[in-house]
Nanobody
Framework: QIQLVESGGGLVQAGDSLRLSCQFS????????MGWFRQAPGKERDFVAS????????DYADSVKGRFTISRDNAKKTVSLQMNSLKPEDSAVYYC?????????????????WGQGTRVTVSS
């Protein structure tokens, strides 16, 4: 069963940058599209970004487009989310996820494996 472990969350100020990482194990990384979702308290889990299995195409939520960048390293089995110009509304628990499709995909039902999440808090 695929295992995903996120890291890199923390407390930052508005305008700062943060880089999240996700380590993939116990599966074939290169055949999965990868995604990042986030969930704020009392809200649904929302799509943030996705990347194809070969890293050639990406998709972003409108709210993060131009500020966040998703990337992957198939040799290291990692996917990262570089977050720049952070805003208080970016505060949430961020989840790494894997979808057994080519991707990119923002449809949550495509994602079959999830990490435990890492918290990002952006103060104003």
């Amino acid at each position: 069963q695929i295992q995903l472990v996120e890291s890199g969350g923390g407390l930052v100020q508005a305008g700062d940058s943060l880089r999240l990482s996700c380590q993939f194990s116990r599966g074939t990384f290169s055949i999965n599209a990868m995604g990042w979702f986030r969930q704020a308290p009392g809200k649904e889990r929302d799509f943030v970004a996705s990347i194809t299995w070969n890293g050639e195409s990406t998709d972003y939520a409108d709210s993060v487009k131009g500020r966040f960048t998703i990337s992957r390293d198939n040799a290291k089995k990692t996917v990262s989310l570089q977050m720049n110009s952070l805003k208080p509304e970016d505060s949430a628990v961020y989840y790494c996820s894997a979808a057994p499709v080519f991707g990119p995909t923002r449809w949550i039902n495509d994602y079959k494996s999830w990490g435990q999440g890492t918290r990002v808090t952006v103060s104003s």
